[in-house]
């Protein structure tokens, strides 16, 4: 496995004091431009104790690796102002848990410098700070350097430098397409919620369908019509030290309740959302997800004209950006997967919304880190695909021909025998289909080895 290494730049630590929590931050891009350390909020946290837990534990799971524990390197959460609010975001390091804490305008009472993007320094004095704010009283934060008190090292710049694996970043890509596909399964309130997440298992490892009944969430060891599957259950730990705090616990994952779940808790002005893979030991980077809309130049071009419209939105509106862009609605969707692969949006489930954001990974980048996607790109040209009909192709490969029939994704190799589908198309399918697109377009047609 391999590793991009990102180097944080911070111009001195973060620091809690006296009732100021001064988040320092590194470089990021803003809507003025790209910033070394850019000032984005000033102001009141008017929930301060349910903010600070919940930093926290986006804190605590940017440090976790839930699959094989060992020690780590830290990773800093990425903040994103996006006018009305301010999101912090993080990922395990064994990529395979997603946690965002969104801080809402009625829980922020201040003024706003800027909007983008940037990495927060989250340290451990900080981190035993955090864990001591309690009450009911508002916590004066500031985002960016001027709002620092630095009380070690005399204002010397702090630098990290941590490895980032592949699999980490092409989680961040995988995560947003997946989660867009959930829907709501389950709501409680607080009490109902409380008592839920305090029923799991004890035993980290353990795996259980919870299914909605009688306004309840009831656990099973087994799969059942109607419930939502989660392995691993000791990833929702996170939760538990904003217990006291929640509203309503709501539950989201596919129609079907498989694969993938996101659990969001509403906190006082905010909202803590976790999104966990389908197995303990799987994480999001395998997915395979983004790789239909990964593989289109047509949606390259298109992200490129629907990423200038984007100024760090809170929410993006569909039709609205289809009637700037000029482009269909499906076309500006794919669009948005596409920019998701460069960092440049998430995905918010409790408005069903995507949101603009911009994290330190180019398109480009992402997409060499899907070896599937690459290649199938080797296939088309070497012209191993061979089209035999509007829904059929054949693709040879050193372990022979294989069928592939476009419309189903169905394959006769054996990574469709393994997954079914499950976690994206095989690379013959995607040569296949890219070669049909290819094939209808007259000056790209004798592409994929000169076949109609």
Same mark, same amino acid.
């Given at each position: 496995?391999?590793?991009?290494?990102?180097?944080?730049?911070?111009? !001195?630590?973060?620091?809690?004091?006296?009732g100021?929590?001064?988040?320092?931050?590194?470089?990021? *891009?803003?809507?003025?431009?790209?910033?070394?350390?850019p000032?984005?909020?000033?102001?009141?946290?008017?929930?301060?104790?349910?903010?600070?837990a919940?930093?926290? +534990?986006?804190?605590?799971?940017?440090?976790?690796?839930?699959?094989?524990?060992?020690?780590?390197?830290?990773?800093?959460?990425?903040?994103?102002?996006g006018?009305?609010?301010?999101?912090?975001?993080?990922?395990?390091?064994?990529?395979?848990?997603?946690? *965002?804490?969104?801080?809402?305008?009625?829980?922020?009472?201040? &003024?706003?410098?800027? $909007?983008?993007?940037?990495?927060?320094?989250?340290?451990?004095p900080?981190?035993?700070?955090?864990?001591?704010?309690?009450? /009911?009283?508002?916590?004066?934060?500031? @985002?960016?350097?001027? &709002?620092?008190? @630095?009380?070690?090292?005399?204002g010397?710049?702090?630098?990290?430098?941590?490895?980032?694996?592949? $699999?980490?970043?092409?989680g961040f890509? %995988?995560?947003?397409?997946?989660?867009?596909?959930?829907?709501? *399964?389950?709501? =409680?309130?607080?009490?109902?919620?409380v008592?839920?997440? /305090?029923?799991?298992?004890?035993?980290?490892a353990?795996e259980?369908w919870?299914?909605p009944m009688?306004?309840?969430?009831?656990?099973?060891?087994?799969?059942?019509?109607?419930g939502?599957?989660?392995?691993?259950? !000791?990833?929702? +730990?996170?939760?538990?030290?904003?217990?006291?705090?929640?509203?309503?616990l709501?539950?989201?994952?596919?129609?079907?309740?498989?694969?993938?779940?996101?659990? &969001?808790? %509403?906190?006082?002005g905010?909202?803590?959302?976790?999104?966990?893979?389908p197995q +303990?030991?799987?994480?999001f980077?395998?997915e !395979?997800?983004?790789?239909?809309?990964?593989?289109?130049?047509?949606? +390259?071009?298109?992200?490129?004209?629907?990423g200038?419209?984007?100024?760090?939105?809170?929410t993006l %509106?569909?039709?609205?950006?289809?009637?700037r862009?000029?482009?269909?609605?499906?076309?500006?969707?794919?669009a948005?997967?596409?920019?998701?692969?460069a960092?440049?949006?998430?995905?918010?489930?409790?408005?069903?919304?995507?949101?603009?954001r911009?994290?330190?990974?180019?398109r480009?980048h @992402?997409?060499?880190?899907?070896?599937r =996607?690459?290649?199938?790109?080797?296939?088309?040209?070497?012209?191993?695909?061979?089209?035999? !009909?509007?829904?059929?192709? %054949?693709?040879?490969?050193?372990?022979?021909? /294989?069928?592939? *029939?476009?419309?189903?994704?169905?394959?006769?190799?054996?990574?469709?025998?393994?997954?079914?589908?499950?976690?994206?198309?095989?690379?013959?399918?995607?040569?296949?289909?890219?070669?049909?697109?290819?094939a209808?377009?007259? &000056?790209?047609?004798?592409?994929a080895?000169?076949?109609?």
């Amino acid at each position: 496995m391999t590793s991009a290494v990102q180097a944080y730049s911070y111009a !001195g630590p973060s620091t809690l004091s006296d009732g100021r929590l001064g988040l320092s931050t590194s470089g990021g *891009r803003t809507a003025t431009g790209f910033l070394d350390h850019p000032r984005f909020f000033s102001g009141l946290l008017t929930q301060a104790a349910p903010a600070a837990a919940g930093l926290l +534990a986006v804190a605590d799971v940017a440090l976790a690796r839930y699959h094989r524990p060992q020690p780590g390197f830290t990773r800093d959460p990425v903040v994103t102002c996006g006018g009305d609010r301010l999101r912090f975001e993080s990922f395990s390091a064994c990529g395979g848990v997603y946690a *965002r804490l969104d801080v809402l305008g009625p829980a922020l009472d201040g &003024e706003v410098f800027d $909007r983008g993007t940037t990495n927060v320094d989250v340290n451990n004095p900080l981190r035993e700070a955090l864990a001591r704010v309690g009450g /009911r009283d508002p916590l004066h934060v500031g @985002v960016g350097p001027d &709002e620092l008190t @630095v009380t070690t090292l005399d204002g010397a710049v702090v630098e990290k430098k941590v490895p980032l694996p592949d $699999r980490w970043l092409r989680g961040f890509a %995988e995560v947003q397409v997946i989660a867009s596909g959930f829907d709501l *399964r389950a709501e =409680l309130a607080g009490p109902k919620a409380v008592r839920f997440l /305090r029923g799991l298992p004890k035993r980290a490892a353990a795996e259980v369908w919870a299914a909605p009944m009688g306004g309840e969430l009831r656990l099973s060891e087994r799969a059942v019509p109607g419930g939502v599957h989660v392995a691993g259950v !000791g990833r929702l +730990a996170t939760m538990t030290p904003l217990l006291r705090f929640a509203k309503a616990l709501r539950v989201y994952a596919p129609a079907d309740g498989s694969g993938s779940s996101a659990w &969001e808790l %509403e906190l006082p002005g905010m909202r803590y959302t976790l999104v966990v893979s389908p197995q +303990a030991w799987r994480g999001f980077s395998g997915e !395979g997800a983004v790789l239909a809309d990964l593989s289109s130049d047509v949606v +390259a071009g298109d992200a490129d004209l629907v990423g200038i419209l984007l100024d760090f939105e809170p929410t993006l %509106e569909l039709g609205l950006l289809a009637e700037r862009s000029g482009l269909a609605a499906e076309r500006v969707r794919a669009a948005l997967t596409q920019l998701g692969t460069a960092g440049r949006v998430g995905y918010d489930l409790s408005e069903a919304a995507h949101f603009h954001r911009e994290l330190p990974y180019d398109r480009d980048h @992402v997409a060499a880190l899907n070896p599937r =996607l690459t290649s199938a790109r080797r296939l088309i040209e070497n012209g191993a695909v061979r089209l035999t !009909g509007p829904d059929s192709a %054949e693709v040879t490969t050193d372990g022979g021909v /294989r069928d592939v *029939r476009l419309e189903a994704g169905s394959c006769t190799c054996p990574w469709w025998y393994d997954h079914r589908g499950s976690r994206g198309p095989c690379k013959h399918v995607l040569a296949a289909r890219m070669a049909a697109v290819n094939a209808s377009t007259p &000056e790209t047609s004798r592409t994929a080895g000169g076949q109609r």
